[in-house]
């Protein structure tokens, strides 16, 4: 069998953080049918998602019920969003499987991720997390909370938070042995939780989000996965991306992504994140990465859908 990790975007169970759980749990099965139909393909599978929207609810207790219950560090709330994604997507999966006869176990593992402390994001916070609130608001909860609040383009203030560069899966020895006995793991979760190393040896946690698609090459790397799978909004990765010439592209190298990257096309909050854990998983021994949408995984693993990276030169 062939392996795989999967990336999910955490848009697909809850897109507007607005949505109860039964949304929620409609959106997962719809999200599931094409990461099932890789499943009869005979992958084995690690499944990886995001978290923005839990993440951003989550915060939003902990502020609305400061006086009467002691806060969660975001380390404890991407724990919990890992547990409650994790058994959503578990159950749903689960089902479907039923659904086609098909034997295969399926398992969350709550996960760490080792992060360097010494990270340069860390004392330099740029990652927007949570609502936006009016300037007087912000001061607000910066003062109480003691957090860092910062303008996101005009449209209002939010939360800004380190995230660091993923560096390794904790848990990662266990997750590729299920893996490689055909086990669907679900594991680091939004990121997965960052942890860093004392001098000791000993995890200790800090209070950070790492990036969902960093952490799946990271992933893919650590349980030797052949292709790394990024689903998200759209089918293809574009340049030019929503302009009169825009182009979509169906093979690039490891060599035209770093070009493009470096040219302007992936902005930072969008496909860039999506594009540098391709670079990263492709230039640390992995075969093909695939980005497309939920839906089109499976042409995009034969080759008739969404946009392909490898290292091996090749026109596109």
């Given at each position: 069998m062939k392996k795989a990790v999967i990336a999910l975007g955490g848009n697909a169970i809850a897109s507007t953080g607005k949505e109860d759980i039964s949304e929620q749990f409609a959106n997962t099965r719809k999200s599931l049918a094409g990461i099932v139909e890789l499943i009869q393909e005979g992958y084995k599978i690690a499944l990886t998602h995001g978290n923005g929207p839990q993440v951003g609810n989550a915060l939003l207790r902990?502020?609305?019920?400061?006086?009467?219950?002691?806060?969660?560090?975001?380390?404890?709330?991407?724990?919990?969003?890992?547990?409650?994604?994790?058994?959503?997507?578990?159950?749903c999966l689960q089902n479907r499987l039923r659904m086609f006869d098909i034997q295969r176990d399926v398992i969350t593992i709550v996960t760490q991720v080792v992060v360097d402390p010494d990270d340069p994001s860390i004392k330099h916070p740029t990652k927007f997390i949570g609502p936006f609130y009016s300037k007087q608001q912000a001061e607000?909860?910066?003062?109480?909370?003691?957090?860092?609040?910062?303008?996101?383009?005009?449209?209002?203030?939010?939360?800004?938070?380190?995230?660091?560069?993923?560096?390794?899966?904790?848990?990662?020895?266990?997750?590729?042995?299920?893996?490689?006995?055909?086990?669907?793991?679900?594991?680091?979760?939004?990121?997965g939780i960052p942890v860093y190393v004392e001098i000791d040896g000993t995890l200790e946690g800090i209070d950070a989000v790492i990036d969902k698609d960093r952490a799946a090459a990271v992933l893919a790397r650590d349980i030797g996965a052949e292709t790394l799978i990024i689903l998200t909004s759209v089918e293809n990765v574009y340049v030019n991306f929503r302009k009169p010439n825009q182009k979509k592209l169906t093979n690039i190298t490891v060599m035209q992504a770093k070009r493009y990257l470096k040219a302007g096309h992936f902005p930072s909050g969008s496909m860039g994140p999506k594009i540098e854990a391709a670079i990263t998983f492709l230039e640390n021994g992995g075969k093909a990465v695939l980005i497309t949408s939920l839906d089109r995984a499976r042409q995009a693993i034969q080759g008739t859908a969404g946009t392909k990276i490898t290292a091996a030169e090749q026109s596109g």
């Open positions: 902990v502020e609305r019920t400061a006086e009467d219950i002691p806060g969660l560090p975001l380390g404890v709330i991407v724990a919990d969003t890992q547990g409650g994604m994790g058994y959503m997507i578990e159950q607000n909860l910066a003062i109480n909370f003691n957090w860092v609040i910062k303008e996101d383009s005009g449209r209002g203030y939010r939360r800004v938070v380190p995230s660091p560069i993923p560096l390794r899966i904790v848990n990662r020895k266990i997750i590729k042995q299920l893996v490689d006995k055909g086990v669907i793991v679900i594991t680091a979760g939004g990121g």
